[in-house]
């Protein structure tokens, strides 16, 4: 089957040239296939004996255990690339946190518009902080992480907050940066589905690539 045509990146070298490693087996398993797919790929794929420590982190930061709900983090790593108008990490992440909150809806409410959307006014506290990082970072003051603590949040979830907000703050420039563009919304969806199953870890999302078309 031949391989469906996505619009090429900025970086035309980084994208010719994955080096071998689990992104570059999901690269050649999703165009052998041709199946859409994500072109962060090509960003870990290209010197993966730097970005497999990336990739543990992330995992770390979005899946280790924590009073912070899986869910909710992916809605923060969403909302944060919202604001900063990263279309490919929001999309990818709205579908991610839709998987995982099993709602489409409150998801894209949310990025709408925060104060009207069906979310607890506890957990709207922890993204009108992440959007504080994000556009207004030298106003951050000790009264932002009380602000939290008298909505019940303890300082663990508020820490692992700050991580998804600084790791994705970091994710959106490089992703936009380099051309990584967004997919289709079905194969966003599909993808994300996926990752709330698998994780991070590339070694998992290749196997679970693997499962997914075992069946088309």
């Not at 980084?14 to 999703?30: G, R, T, W």
């Not at 052998?32 to 930061?61: D, K």
């Not at 280790?64 to 279309?87: D, F, H, K, V």
């Amino acid at each position: 089957m031949k391989a469906i045509e996505q619009q090429p990146m900025y970086l035309r070298e980084v994208e010719a040239n994955p080096q071998s490693s689990p992104y570059a087996d999901l690269i050649h398993i999703a165009t052998a296939a041709g199946r859409e797919y994500w072109q962060i790929w090509h960003l870990f794929a290209f010197r993966p004996e730097v970005t497999s420590h990336l990739a543990s982190f992330t995992e770390g930061v979005m899946r280790s255990p924590s009073s912070l709900s899986l869910g909710l983090r992916e809605l923060i790593a969403a909302y944060t690339s919202w604001i900063n108008e990263c279309p490919f990490c929001w999309k990818a992440h709205s579908a991610v946190a839709a998987e995982l909150l099993g709602s489409e809806e409150r998801v894209r409410a949310v990025l709408d518009d925060l104060e009207s959307a069906p979310l607890p006014e506890k957990d709207k506290a922890l993204l009108r902080f992440a959007a504080k990082i994000t556009k207004h970072l030298p106003e951050m003051s000790r009264k932002d992480v009380d602000d939290l603590h008298a909505q019940g949040w303890a300082d663990e979830a508020v820490y692992f907050t700050i991580l998804v907000v600084s790791l994705f703050n970091f994710y959106n420039r490089w992703v936009t940066t380099s051309g990584v563009h967004p997919v289709s919304e079905e194969a966003h969806r599909s993808h994300g589905k996926r990752l709330a199953l698998s994780g991070y870890e590339p070694k998992h999302r290749l196997e679970g690539m693997q499962n997914a078309l075992s069946g088309y």
